[in-house]
């Protein structure tokens, strides 16, 4: 017996001249209709909106308007290749028919996560931006146990420089290095008595990465400045490309190259060379120490605009999955029906 797939909506009177075209070639063609109504699923509606009816049988797709001679053509195509690759004891076509039969835990379980993806990474990306914020404030309520645990979690993941970290709870936000030169703030120096921190070979940077603050400076993010920005960017897109119902476009490669990597890259790599003992380097490049702003501001351009180039191009997996998911749902159940 065939397998129909009629993708449809309610009150539409070609699709239900089409069901009767179809119930009208039963005995000569059997078959079972696995109806799927286009608005339960907002990928599902935009690609077939204007084109419905749709019937799909095997490899057949035939869209609006469809003659009653063009569906016995397509349901006598779909039947003879049925019957030859019966006859031939395909491997793989009784491979891809036995599956179709069965909706295994992995399948619900990827149908699940196909659905919810976006509400998913979102928790996840919220999770992980916040514990770094929680972990000052376990400090400042006495609770150093856990605010430690979550400053080792990601220690591996951040550099957590505290002359390149917030601190909140203190008297100021930042405490830039003297090499900074930022007016009207005291140096990370002044504030912690860690000297000898413009000199990338220091050992007293281990020292600076160390320290999570006091009740004088306050206690640090757990993450730099830099990673607050991108990740709290990369949330807020999130929350966006749900609230615009996942519709935006992915933005092109070269924008991102020029919007997210390009900002961060000159920021980050200025600064690191500039920190080399390398005289000759000198001439051109003048030793600097980035400041927050700049910091902030390269993390916002490269977590905003990167999460644009990634969460449409994930949509478009998960649409895949997810009408590969509906369709064989549909046609299970009218299989038992």
């Given at each position: 017996?065939?397998?129909?797939?009629?993708?449809?909506?309610?009150?539409?009177?070609?699709?239900?001249?089409?069901?009767?075209?179809?119930?009208?070639?039963?005995?000569?063609?059997?078959?079972?209709?696995?109806?799927?109504?286009?608005?339960?699923?907002?990928?599902?509606?935009?690609?077939?909106?204007?084109?419905?009816?749709?019937?799909?049988?095997?490899?057949?797709?035939?869209?609006?308007?469809?003659?009653?001679?063009?569906?016995?053509?397509?349901?006598?195509?779909?039947?003879?290749?049925?019957?030859?690759?019966?006859?031939?004891?395909?491997?793989?076509?009784?491979?891809?028919?036995?599956?179709?039969?069965?909706l295994t835990r992995g399948d619900r379980v990827s149908f699940w996560i196909a659905k919810r993806y976006l509400l998913l990474v979102n928790l996840f990306v919220f999770l992980y931006v916040g514990l770094?914020?929680?972990?000052?404030a376990l400090m400042k309520a006495g609770a150093t146990l856990p605010a430690k645990i979550i400053y080792r979690m990601y220690s591996p993941l951040c550099h957590q420089f505290g002359f390149r970290s917030f601190f909140l709870f203190g008297p100021q936000a930042f405490y830039p290095t003297a090499g900074a030169h930022i007016a009207g703030y005291e140096t990370f120096e002044q504030a912690t008595g860690i000297l000898n921190l413009d000199d990338p070979y220091s050992q007293t940077r281990f020292d600076a990465r160390r320290f999570i603050g006091n009740e004088e400076v306050g206690y640090k993010i757990a993450i730099c400045e830099r990673d607050v920005a991108i990740y709290l960017s990369i949330l807020a897109f999130g929350l966006l490309y749900a609230a615009t119902g996942r519709r935006l476009k992915p933005l092109h490669?070269?924008?991102?190259?020029?919007?997210?990597?390009?900002?961060?890259?000159?920021?980050?790599?200025?600064?690191?060379?500039?920190?080399?003992?390398?005289?000759?380097?000198?001439?051109?490049?003048?030793?600097?120490?980035?400041?927050?702003?700049?910091?902030?501001?390269?993390?916002?351009?490269?977590?905003?605009?990167?999460?644009?180039?990634?969460?449409?191009?994930?949509?478009?997996?998960?649409?895949?999955?997810?009408?590969?998911?509906?369709?064989?749902?549909?046609?299970?159940?009218?299989?038992?029906?």
């Amino acid at each position: 017996m065939l397998n129909v797939t009629l993708f449809a909506k309610k009150d539409c009177q070609l699709c239900d001249e089409l069901k009767a075209d179809l119930e009208s070639m039963q005995e000569k063609f059997p078959h079972r209709i696995a109806e799927i109504d286009i608005e339960s699923d907002a990928a599902i509606y935009e690609k077939y909106k204007d084109a419905i009816p749709v019937i799909e049988v095997g490899p057949y797709v035939v869209k609006a308007p469809i003659s009653k001679a063009k569906l016995q053509m397509t349901l006598g195509a779909a039947q003879d290749r049925k019957t030859q690759l019966e006859t031939l004891d395909d491997p793989v076509y009784n491979y891809k028919l036995k599956k179709s039969q069965k909706l295994t835990r992995g399948d619900r379980v990827s149908f699940w996560i196909a659905k919810r993806y976006l509400l998913l990474v979102n928790l996840f990306v919220f999770l992980y931006v916040g514990l770094p914020f929680l972990a000052p404030a376990l400090m400042k309520a006495g609770a150093t146990l856990p605010a430690k645990i979550i400053y080792r979690m990601y220690s591996p993941l951040c550099h957590q420089f505290g002359f390149r970290s917030f601190f909140l709870f203190g008297p100021q936000a930042f405490y830039p290095t003297a090499g900074a030169h930022i007016a009207g703030y005291e140096t990370f120096e002044q504030a912690t008595g860690i000297l000898n921190l413009d000199d990338p070979y220091s050992q007293t940077r281990f020292d600076a990465r160390r320290f999570i603050g006091n009740e004088e400076v306050g206690y640090k993010i757990a993450i730099c400045e830099r990673d607050v920005a991108i990740y709290l960017s990369i949330l807020a897109f999130g929350l966006l490309y749900a609230a615009t119902g996942r519709r935006l476009k992915p933005l092109h490669w070269m924008l991102w190259l020029a919007l997210a990597i390009a900002p961060m890259a000159l920021d980050g790599f200025s600064q690191l060379f500039s920190q080399f003992n390398w005289d000759w380097l000198r001439i051109y490049l003048p030793y600097r120490e980035s400041p927050p702003v700049f910091r902030v501001v390269t993390g916002i351009l490269f977590g905003f605009f990167t999460a644009w180039f990634a969460y449409p191009n994930m949509e478009e997996s998960m649409k895949e999955t997810r009408q590969y998911y509906i369709k064989k749902l549909a046609v299970i159940e009218a299989s038992e029906e």
